[in-house]
């Protein structure tokens, strides 16, 4: 399908075994789509250099640094220098994803808030957004993130996953709700009220590939290319065209990632 605004696919792994071969070809397929730019996104301090890498090398990828909190620790000054540095780069536009994963647990509680706090003050050094992955860890979210929040230079709630309460609570410390390819899933209601209810001017669109692939194409990896399937139900379940939910969603990610 040819659209005339292209897409932003803002939440990606290209670094991942799944894509970092076949890159190439993953471009072509998403330029065919309608995606024009990729954000991959770090997870460790490994992954934001192949992230960093890979937005060096192909002009429709930036990247961001950051570590995610399956891998979280108390970072050292050696590892906050080294992911300072890589947000030095022009086009690393992002700290994350950093967060609180409560529902894996896979890290002790305390050394996963303390990890984000870190991470959330190096943004705010720096001057670049977070992209927040948070499952299940509202609660502790909303005591720490609103008092870092007015100066922060920006936040994506990656993956957003909570109900409308909490929509609004994120929505009015400025933050950006990025919509995955689960909206296209039947059962997604509380996903589908969000979006639906949610000012436009606050979307945006990602995959997570090679994770929650959308409807049509289940049981394949996700893909950047897929996310104008994503785009094409937020149209839907807002009863608007999908050429204005395109356009708002781009510019919504140029103007937080500073594109």
Known sequence: ?????????THAHLDFPEFIDDIPPILARSKKAGVGTIITIGIDLASSRKAASLAENYREIYSSAGLHPHGAAVLDDASLGEFRDLLAKERVVAVGEIGLDYFRDRK???VQIEC????????????KPVVFHIREAWEDFFRIVPDYAPRLSGAIMHCFSGNREIAEKCLAMGFFLSIPGVVTFPKADLLHEVTRRAPLERLLVETDAPYLTPVPHRGKNNEPAYV??????????REEPFEKVALQTTLNAKSVFRL
């Open 1 to 9: 399908m040819e659209t005339l605004s292209k897409l932003i696919d």
């Open 228 to 237: 104008l399937h994503t785009a094409e139900m937020v149209a839907k379940l």
């Open 116 to 127: 984000m706090r870190q991470q959330i003050e190096l943004a705010v050094e720096v001057g």
């Open 108 to 110: 002790p509680r305390p």
